[in-house]
């Protein structure tokens, strides 16, 4: 079936420091997969961090990066040098543009950033 | 622009009772999705609707749950009678494209 994987947490790094948070995913029944980070900060309501809609690209929002390659069926999200305002629960998530885009989520990645 | 409005926020029920929740989407968004999230889970889609149809109700439990959206804008999930296993948190999102915008969702307690 269409699934995705993502690192278990919580993580937790200092300021300043690297991150990168690995995502897999499975799209047996869905050609062409649109690929999301959706991040919800604490007490708000859960929002599309970044999105990527065709293999091969890299999208990009608020200093986080992340790559679709179709080959290894990852879209891992990285960031340089993570804030402290950065700690959040992260879900990598599977779209399906030809189904009313349906959209399969990950089980979240807690992220915390000590000061 | 206004944002994907839920209520209740908080819910709290003994077994058996039933409980709807309701979602406002966003003006003009024609596809709405209701997800469950147990805690530490991520968003698990129980049903969507394009306009007032549904389009995938699959994992609905439908004995126990349904969901309307009769008018294409505003929708109600009903748990009619709720189990321990049903607590979680019921976001709705709504999207025009590939882009889910989401409500604050409601925190369903089932005692």
């Known amino acids: 079936g269409d699934s995705v994987t993502q690192t278990e947490g919580p993580v937790t790094v200092s300021e300043s420091e690297s991150l990168i948070i690995n995502c897999t995913y499975s799209?047996?029944?869905?050609?062409?997969?649109?690929l999301f980070w959706y991040v919800r900060y604490p007490g708000e309501g859960l929002q599309l961090l970044l999105k990527?809609?065709?293999?091969?690209q890299k999208g990009s929002s608020r200093g986080f990066e992340a790559t679709y390659n179709k080959e290894t069926t990852s879209f891992h999200l990285q960031k340089a040098s993570v804030q402290e305002s950065d700690s959040a629960v992260y879900y990598c998530?599977?779209?399906?543009?030809?189904?009313?885009?349906?959209?399969?989520f990950g089980k979240g990645t807690h992220l915390h950033v000590l000061p | 622009e206004a944002g994907v409005t839920q209520s209740p926020r908080y819910a709290v029920l003994q077994e058996g009772q039933a409980v709807s929740f309701w979602c406002d989407p966003i003006s003009g968004h024609d596809t709405l999705y209701w997800y469950q999230q147990p805690r530490d889970q991520g968003p698990q889609l129980l049903v969507y609707?394009?306009?007032?149809?549904?389009?995938?109700n699959s994992q609905l439990p439908s004995d126990r749950f349904s969901a309307v959206r009769p008018k294409g804008t505003n929708s109600t999930l009903k748990i009619q009678s709720a189990k321990q296993g049903d607590t979680a948190t019921y976001l709705c999102?709504?999207?025009?494209?590939?882009?889910?915008?989401f409500g604050h969702g409601t925190k369903l307690s089932v005692l």
């Open positions: 609707f394009r306009d007032e149809a549904v389009i995938d």
């Open positions: 799209a047996t029944s869905i050609a062409y997969p649109n």
């Open positions: 999102a709504s999207s025009f494209g590939e882009r889910l915008f």
């Open positions: 990527v809609i065709t293999a091969g």
């Open positions: 998530a599977l779209g399906d543009p030809t189904n009313a885009y349906k959209v399969i």
